[in-house]
């Protein structure tokens, strides 16, 4: 069993252990258990409100949709908790509810108290989508629900968008903001997101391995196996074993989210996430903004995590940056005393190959393997006739690691 990975960027290690230790108390951990708790005990569907009219619910209902069907027809249990998505309780889940409940039981205790920090706002943004309130676990195995989460995949944010996927629902990605690590315009993108893949695939488990590897890989498996549930494809070699898992994984920590008194964790009482905003019209650091106010430095950048370099962005006339409840008029009367800030030039890309601008000396190049000095000229836009003659050469090789001078 593998723990989900995400990493954190390098910029962003120290504040995301400062933002941990800020949003959470110290948990402490109980004893673990292995114990799982009987499937009858544990499953229980509330099935979604209203109704949605689709060419595939003429067909054969997939394996997912039957279980769910045969599952409102059980027996209520007054002690089971409600799921609104389909849950089962097979081997595979049984060995991640174990892996959660001892393997790493500390750290995903930690996962479910941010979790509730969070809660509030994802619940209410969820409703607003009539997405069903159980997806929000789906947070947990992406991230642990860290706004500064870094995969090696380069997907940021508690939903672990990528940098494509985040533009595709309206999510700003530049130097200056990253709103993958935004709680709420990440949280509504997600919820975006999630509704697209259920209205494509019709089913939950089929759109959370959408949303895992990618609504057109498991298009494609579903065509080359012909088949029409999770179920069928990943019993296949059409998805990758991290997309298999993926599902079951969700389900493992659902389980133990909505039943955390049968596998001892504590359920603490959390500080909402709460803010208010005010308008900035010029870049200011957070710094600036706590001398002058008196709100902790540390506060503000865990209130306003897509801010990538503590300051609001120079190219937005009206940012809204969040501060914390009963500030903002403070904020607002004091604004005015805060330094504008004044951010380090970015550096420019070159396409090809870096060019090193010397003093007194023109640009330089350093040679590269493979390179050639048609190709050099080419992507300088200069002529070789002009490359051999500034660099003294006459012939028509150069050595990897020599220096060229482009022009002078």
């Known amino acids: 069993m593998q723990e989900p990975e995400y990493l954190l960027d390098e910029e962003d290690r120290a504040t995301a252990a400062e933002v941990e230790a800020a949003e959470s108390s110290t948990a402490v951990a109980s004893e673990p258990s292995t114990e799982v ?30 279980q769910e ?35 790493i039981r500390n750290r995903f205790e930690q996962w479910l108290i941010r979790l509730s920090h969070y809660r509030p706002l994802v619940d209410s943004i969820f409703t607003e989508f009539q997405l069903p309130s159980d997806l929000i676990y789906l947070s947990l195995v992406e991230s642990g629900f860290n706004p500064h989460a870094y995969s090696r995949a380069r997907a940021a944010g508690p939903w672990q968008f990528m940098k494509g996927t ?20 990440s949280t509504v993108a997600a919820a975006r997101y999630l509704r697209d893949l259920y209205d494509l695939f019709g089913t939950w488990p089929l759109a959370m391995a959408a949303y895992n590897a990618g609504e057109g890989k498991v298009m494609r498996a579903l065509h080359t196996a012909q088949a029409e549930s999770f179920s069928d494809i990943a019993k296949t070699r059409l998805i990758r074993r991290e997309t298999k898992e993926y599902v079951p994984r969700f389900m ?21 996430h709460q803010f208010e905003e005010v308008i900035v019209r010029r870049p ?96 300088f836009n200069i ?17 990897a690691g020599s220096r060229l001078v482009i022009a002078n």
């Open 383 to 399: 002529s070789v006739k002009t490359l051999k003659s500034n660099n003294n050469l006459t012939g028509p090789t150069i050595k």
């Open 284 to 379: 200011i650091h957070f710094k600036a903004i706590a001398n002058v106010t008196g709100i902790s430095y540390q506060e503000l950048k865990v209130l306003n995590p897509e801010l990538r370099r503590d300051a609001t962005p120079p190219d937005d006339p009206e940012y809204r940056l969040k501060v914390p409840i009963g500030t903002r008029e403070k904020v607002e009367q004091m604004l005015d005393r805060a330094p504008t800030h004044k951010f380090p030039p970015l550096p420019v890309p070159v396409k090809g190959r870096h060019v090193k601008s010397e003093p007194d000396s023109g640009h330089w190049y350093r040679v590269r393997v493979g390179d050639s000095l048609e190709k050099i000229a080419k992507r």
């Open 37 to 66: 708790p009987p499937a009858e005990a544990l499953l229980q569907f509330k099935p979604l409100t209203g109704n949605t009219a689709r060419f595939t619910d003429l067909l054969t209902p997939p394996a997912e949709v039957i």
């Open 166 to 185: 985040a533009k595709v629902y309206g999510l700003r990605v530049d130097s200056y903001v990253d709103e993958r690590r935004d709680p709420v315009k």
């Open 69 to 103: 069907a045969a599952a409102e027809q059980a027996q209520e249990s007054e002690s089971a908790p409600e799921y609104n998505v389909p849950i089962v309780l097979d081997p595979s889940v049984q060995g991640h509810i174990r892996f959660f409940n001892v393997a």
């Open 252 to 272: 493992a920590a659902t389980i133990i989210a909505k039943n955390p008194d049968r596998y001892g964790f504590p359920q603490n009482d959390v500080r909402p």
